[in-house]
């Protein structure tokens, strides 16, 4: 199969809820309120309670409480919101997934890494709104899951290829895609903004001529989480001076942003996924 394949399979599996929906179809609507939104998001506690523990955590660093999801969509802006929304229906649809506990636990550890190394990266290039960056390292491997719902023993494949060669080099090999493109595919499946379709689709794409700024610092963040999490990775192993230098990025400013990571992941990972705290 193909990673269309994949997706299509996957559809009928992971599903967003219809709550969801209804959030999106309002934020999609011009007329529709801040009050309006809230009083979805209040219909679901889980997802009220969520979104207000992450509006009041360092990651945005807002002086004052947020104590209403009402504040919380005015002093973070509906788009953020909305990003949160998807961050929490995401990791609520892959909870039926069949696959092993440490696997998963290890899964949205690597993505939460992604996530903060990215917005961290946003943050000090002076990205207007780097916070919006943070969904797209939650999201960027979830074919992962995908393909270990359906074809378990590939992803095991992925994972026994070639140690010399990098974990989406080994999805090629072995699937004909990465498991970037298929995430991608069941992103456009799920109607979310091209904004997080087309970076994610090009995460693994060297080639920086043409790409967004949004996709060369995905490109950068997930190698070094990869770096992060593999002691035997150095700088130059994961990208050049050359990559990092078109974007005003230097070692230093990579350390930085795993320190960050480092100081910053477990307070994310209790409110998205508690169980993968236990890993640390």
């Known amino acids: 199969m193909d990673a269309i394949e994949y997706a299509e399979q996957a559809q ?3 599903v967003l809820s219809d709550s969801f929906l ?3 179809e309002l934020i999609d609507n011009e007329q529709s309120t801040i009050d309006d939104i809230a009083d979805v998001i209040l219909l679901d506690p889980a997802l009220a309670g969520t979104l207000l523990k992450l509006s009041n955590s360092s990651f945005f660093n ?3 409480k947020i104590d209403t999801v009402s504040k919380a969509i005015l002093v973070l ?6 990003n949160l929304v998807i961050a929490y229906f995401t990791t609520e649809a892959f909870k039926s997934i069949e696959a092993e506990q440490d696997f998963l636990d290890q899964f949205w550890a690597n993505s939460v890494d992604c ?5 961290y990266l946003g943050t000090k290039l002076r990205l207007k709104n780097a916070e919006r960056l943070f969904i797209l390292g939650i999201l960027h491997n979830i074919g992962e899951l995908v393909v270990k719902q359906i074809a378990p023993q590939q992803v095991q494949a992925c994972q026994q290829s070639s140690e010399h060669l990098f974990p989406w080099h080994n999805q090629q090999q072995i699937l004909g895609f990465t498991f970037g493109e298929c995430t991608a595919e069941l992103l456009k499946l799920w109607q979310l903004p091209f ?10 794409n060297s080639e920086f001529d ?18 992060n999490n593999t002691q035997t ?44 705290v236990m890993i640390y």
């Open 77 to 82: 802006g509906i788009t953020e919101v909305y």
């Open 233 to 276: 990775l150095g700088f130059n192993d994961v990208f050049s001076a050359k990559e990092l230098a078109k974007e005003n990025i230097n070692e230093d400013l990579l350390a930085e942003a795993i320190a960050y990571c480092d100081m910053e992941r477990l307070s994310i990972l209790a409110i998205l996924n508690p169980g993968a």
């Open 195 to 204: 904004s997080l379709v087309g970076p994610i689709r090009e995460q693994d």
């Open 210 to 227: 043409f790409a967004t700024l949004e996709t060369k610092l995905l490109y950068i963040a997930k190698r070094l989480a990869l770096k």
């Open 12 to 14: 009928d599996v992971f």
């Open 62 to 64: 807002y002086p004052g």
């Open 22 to 24: 209804r959030i999106k």
């Open 115 to 119: 996530a903060l190394i990215i917005k």
